[in-house]
């Protein structure tokens, strides 16, 4: 199991491994959780489209459009 130690500025270091698995680099945002005494940490979605796209590719394909509409109707 790989360690990190805070430093004296509250970082941490993610180990090489485990970044190369979240397919992470400098810049990208991560989205941190919190559950008792676990934090679990992941790359953040571009957008939450695109996660959506990602979990049924062929049900979400096109759907920003329709999307896009519906906010376009609330803001009359």
Partial sequence: MPYAKLSSKSQIVIPAAIRRKLRVSPGDTLEMTLKDDTVTIRKAPVSYLEAL????SDLWRGSEKELQKERDQWER
Avoid: D, G
């Avoid at 796209?53 to 049924?56: D, I, L, R």
């Fill in 53 to 56: 796209e990602s979990c049924a």
